[in-house]
T-cell receptor, first 114, second 111 residues
Framework: GAGVSQTPSNKVTEKGKYVELRCDPISGHTALYWYRQSLGQGPEFLIYFQGTGAADDSGLPNDRFFAVRPEGSVSTLKIQRTERGDSAVYLC????????????FGSGTRLTVV | QKEVEQDPGPLSVPEGAIVSLNCTYSNSAFQYFMWYRQYSRKGPELLMYTYSSGNKEDGRFTAQVDKSSKYISLFIRDSQPSDSATYLCAMRRTNAGKSTFGDGTTLTVKP
């Protein structure tokens, strides 16, 4: 596609529920990143994929967070047993390859845990 | 202490002014330096990038990196109301995928 697409754009869920957030990167981009942005703060790194594999998952806060990219294109961020502190905008970005200096972000999924 | 510090502002200037936005950092391993612009409820948009020290100019925007001082700047000339947004600096090490972002400076350019 022309840009990075994230769905849903908004998600409200109850504490303790499971959620999946989807990212459709720019066609042909091999690098994919997930970031989380809280109000008034900059994006915080979560995980980086190069192709199908997670090249760096050091930013995932705990084992409730998991991400996959099974075919090297679409990625899903999965959050189990959601907590109110998980409320944030989850941003996905893609880039043409390893070592690219900047990437293209999607508009994000605004997750609210009530 | 955060790795990347950025004055949150807010910064308000009249149209046509020169704007200076700055970040400091503590990790000397950072080699790539980026500036992103973020409008409300949108994702960050890459404006400028610089590798190592030096200046880079693109239209009304100039990015400067001073690695000896661990200080980077973005200058906007002839600022326009459409420049009103939050500006985020970001940086990363060589061969590292992830970038570390500042918390952003909110800029308003008044007509």
């Amino acid at each position: 596609g022309a840009g990075v697409s994230q769905t849903p754009s908004n998600k409200v869920t109850e504490k303790g529920k499971y959620v999946e957030l989807r990212c459709d990167p720019i066609s042909g981009h091999t690098a994919l990143y997930w970031y989380r942005q809280s109000l008034g703060q900059g994006p915080e790194f979560l995980i980086y994929f190069q192709g199908t594999g997670a090249a760096d998952d050091s930013g995932l806060p705990n084992d409730r967070f998991f991400a996959v990219r099974p075919e090297g294109s679409v990625s899903t961020l999965k959050i189990q047993r959601t907590e109110r502190g998980d409320s944030a905008v989850y941003l996905c970005a893609s880039g043409p390859g390893a070592g690219d200096y900047g990437y293209t972000f999607g508009s994000g999924t605004r997750l609210t845990v009530v | 202490q955060k790795e990347v510090e950025q004055d949150p502002g807010p910064l308000s200037v009249p149209e046509g002014a020169i704007v200076s936005l700055n970040c400091t950092y503590s990790n000397s391993a950072f080699q790539y330096f980026m500036w992103y612009r973020q409008y409300s409820r949108k994702g960050p948009e890459l404006l400028m990038y610089t590798y190592s020290s030096g200046n880079k100019e693109d239209g009304r925007f100039t990015a400067q990196v001073d690695k000896s001082s661990k200080y980077i700047s973005l200058f906007i000339r002839d600022s326009q109301p459409s420049d009103s947004a939050t500006y985020l600096c970001a940086m990363r090490r060589t061969n590292a995928g992830k970038s570390t972002f500042g918390d952003g400076t909110t800029l308003t350019v008044k007509p």
